[in-house]
């Protein structure tokens, strides 16, 4: 069994020093306790914060302890009475070939109602997310204006489509051609700005969203997020979902920035957890399901081979390597 254990705290970027790959016998399932064979593993950037010394919504690691993850995984042997060998699970388990865990802290999951691969994305976290994020922490009008960030990956695509079947104008940010034309051509937004190529993000807003921002869903933050702020219009509503442009600064560089423009706009700005909506999981689910089924919401995914390659998967969000949900296959189901 191979696992891998957090093995250095970074200071700003992570190397690859920070993963160890350890190799153990497979563990054997106490009472009520099953063990389960990863098929695929969820790397997530909020996983950068529990790197961190510090107390944040997700417990820190310390090192030496095994890095965990949301897997989607196959019961191989089972002392639990409500799971038995080849069922499908998900939980958070090791980065690992196979995890003992309590049966209690697992979920089924049907792989024949949708694609297993699914339920780490457009019907796990980062689907729920992007529902919650936009339509409850920054509920967009027909007719409003939405900029995204981070507007190709997981939560972003999905926040544009949620926010074009809601009758808005949207406008996502992105950082490569290749994500341009995937927002634009496949996803159908209305504009999308390589920000990688783009000198003055203003400018650039003042083309694409003439009438002003009346929603701003931000995966980011950093330099964006300054430029989109100074076009809100009156009663905007601005939920931070994310600020991965700072997650690997160890220090953020000035104050609460641009906020002189919020104040007279009557603005509201929203951070959220997804986690706050755990008891309306089962309503976003049920609603993207229906979505993609009915071909109103697609997604995509890059899929990593092989769990030696975890950590290259993890580093390249920052690096923006992804296109919709990373994830790692592990083995086949
Ligand atoms: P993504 O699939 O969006 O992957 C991360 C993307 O961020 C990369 O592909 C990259 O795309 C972009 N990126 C990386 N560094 C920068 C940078 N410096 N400036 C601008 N863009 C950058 O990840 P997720 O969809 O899983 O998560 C998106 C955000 O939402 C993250 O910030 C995450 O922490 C947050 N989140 C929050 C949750 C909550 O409950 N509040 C729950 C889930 C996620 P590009 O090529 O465009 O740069």
Known sequence: NRRYVFAKRPEGVPGKDVFELEEN??????????LVRTVYLSVDPYMRGRMRDRESYAE?????????????????DSNYERLSEGDYVTGELDWADYTVTD??????VDPDLAPLSTYLGILGMPGRTAYFGLLEEAPPKPGDTVVVSGAAGAVGSTVCQIASLNGCRVVGFAGSDTKIDYLEEDLGID???????????RDALDTVAPDGVDVYFDNV??????????KLNTDARVAICGQIAHYNDESVPTGPRKLPQILPLRATVSGFIVSDYAPRFQE?????????????LTYRETVTEGLENAPDAFLGLFEGENIGKQLVKVTDP
Do not use: C, M, S
């Open 25 to 34: 016998a497979v563990p054997d399932p106490g009472e009520r306790q099953v």
């Open 60 to 76: 820190p690691w310390d090192v030496g302890d095994p890095l965990k993850a949301a897997v989607i995984g196959r019961v191989v």
């Open 103 to 108: 049966g209690d802290d697992l979920h089924p």
């Open 191 to 201: 504009a999308a700005i390589n920000y990688k190529e783009t000198e003055n993000y």
């Open 221 to 230: 933050g950093g330099p964006i997020t300054d430029a989109v702020f100074t």
């Open 284 to 296: 976003a689910t049920q609603r993207l399901g229906e979505w993609v089924a009915n071909g109103d």
